[in-house]
């Protein structure tokens, strides 16, 4: 075996079983009976607890000034990405719902000219407005009930937030800075962020039975630990493309798992559109990548 390839090969499964983990946190979501907040601020406040000991002992190096500040802005935006789009489950398909929230490297491309001064390229261009026509479809579809469009208007704040969330990112993530340090300040700030919007809002954070919290452990040590930190964790291993592309298969996997497990068969609207969706991804994201080769 090729040295080179066996040392790629530990990154890559672990891709693999991040992008299985993320995929399924809508299901284990509607598992959990709690409500959206409660299971967003739980997340982030369990992610901690997992990983804030392992902090101390590798004893990292700690950011501060303006990198610290930028990872607690960081933490907050993606506090509002978890609470509206565990939100959007309430209200519209899971199908619909994955979709939608990953849509999000349409936003980065947007947003990455007035922020990075990156420019879009034409096939990025023409993958985000295919896109933009897949979302159209899958805001057609009212299968999931009357209040199904918002679900989707929220799944597309999640995608918004969580875009905001790797921009900010790129600036606050030095190389220098490990995956646990990173994750724990951006997991804390996002609980800090949500704990007042639930206690505002009324939702109750405790009292829940032994079953909701198994879920809310499985949604942790799934989706937060093996998908969010493992991916990022991968980022220093394998090419940034390939974790882009990641997106194009969690619709698939979470719309069949919530087929299998939820017997939610997604309405044809939302099949249709989704498959509109990912092809606009697959052009932006190889948009992207052409752009990055020509320019190195």
């Not at 936003?107 to 985000?128: D, K, N, Q, W």
């Amino acid at each position: 075996m090729v040295p080179g390839k066996a040392r790629r090969g530990g990154p890559l499964a672990a891709v693999a079983v991040g992008v299985l983990a993320v995929s399924a946190a809508a299901i284990f979501i509607r598992l959990a009976d709690a409500p959206a907040l409660a299971v967003a601020f739980w997340r982030c406040v369990l992610g901690v607890a997992v990983l804030a000991p392992f902090a101390v002992v590798r004893r990292e190096a700690l950011p501060t000034g303006r990198p610290l500040g930028l990872l607690v802005v960081s933490g907050v935006v993606l506090g509002a990405h978890f609470g509206f789009w565990i939100s959007s489950l309430d209200y519209t398909s899971v199908a619909a719902s994955v979709v939608l929230v990953s849509t999000a490297p349409v936003f980065v491309a947007v947003l990455a000219y007035p922020i990075l001064g990156e420019r879009t390229s034409p096939l990025s261009l023409l993958g985000i407005l295919i896109s933009l026509a897949g979302c159209a479809v899958i805001a057609s579809d009212g299968t999931a009930g009357s209040a199904a469009l918002l679900g989707n208007v929220l799944a597309v704040l999640g995608a918004l937030t969580v875009a905001a969330h790797f921009l900010i990112g790129r600036f606050s993530r030095t190389t220098g800075m490990g995956v646990l340090n990173y994750s724990v300040i951006v997991y804390t700030s996002a609980a800090v962020a949500l704990l007042p919007v639930a206690l505002l809002s009324g939702t109750p954070l405790w009292g829940y039975s032994a079953e909701t919290w198994f879920w809310l452990w499985v949604i942790t040590l799934g989706p937060q630990i093996l998908g969010h930190t493992v991916l990022n964790w991968a980022l220093r291993y394998v090419e940034t493309a390939l974790i882009s592309g990641s997106v194009l298969a969690e619709p698939v996997i979470a719309s069949l798992l919530a087929w299998l497990i939820l017997a939610e068969k997604p309405g044809l609207p939302t099949v249709l559109g989704g498959a509109v969706v990912l092809m606009g991804l697959f052009f932006l994201l190889r948009g992207r990548r052409i752009a990055e080769k020509l320019a190195t």
